[in-house]
């Protein structure tokens, strides 16, 4: 299977900024997908960023000009900037990806979620 590992998050003052990454590994083929979504407590895991191999990216309506989601094929990693950052995107960051890896019988897909990074945004 293929094994996402986050990194980055932490505490923060209102305003600041973090640099979240996130690392796949396994025997890949391809990722076509790539994406971070948060989930703040007593919520629902909601859509921050995704990346496809090819065209635009898409952001959630709240973070647009504020947060930039990139991705690095080379070495299978997704960042996620954010910048002014607000107290009430404290959450647990989660990163996604999709695609297809070598398994013992073939080719087949994948749907992978990291164990997930802390973020704190104090007021």
């Known amino acids: 299977q293929v094994q996402l590992v986050e990194s980055g998050g932490g505490l923060v003052q209102a305003g600041g900024s973090l640099r979240l990454s996130c690392a796949a590994s396994?025997?890949?083929?391809?990722?076509?997908?790539m994406g971070w979504y948060r989930q703040a407590p007593g919520k629902q895991r909601e859509l921050v960023a995704v990346i496809p191999s090819a065209g635009s990216t898409n952001y959630a309506d709240s973070v647009k000009g504020r947060f930039t989601i990139s991705r690095d094929n080379a070495k299978n990693t997704v960042y996620l900037q954010m910048n002014s950052l607000k107290p009430e995107e404290t959450a647990v960051y989660y990163c996604n990806a999709e695609g297809h890896y070598f398994s013992a019988t073939g080719v087949k897909a994948f749907a992978s979620w990291g164990q997930g990074t802390q973020v704190t945004v104090s007021s």
């Open positions: 396994g025997r890949i083929l391809s990722i076509s997908a």
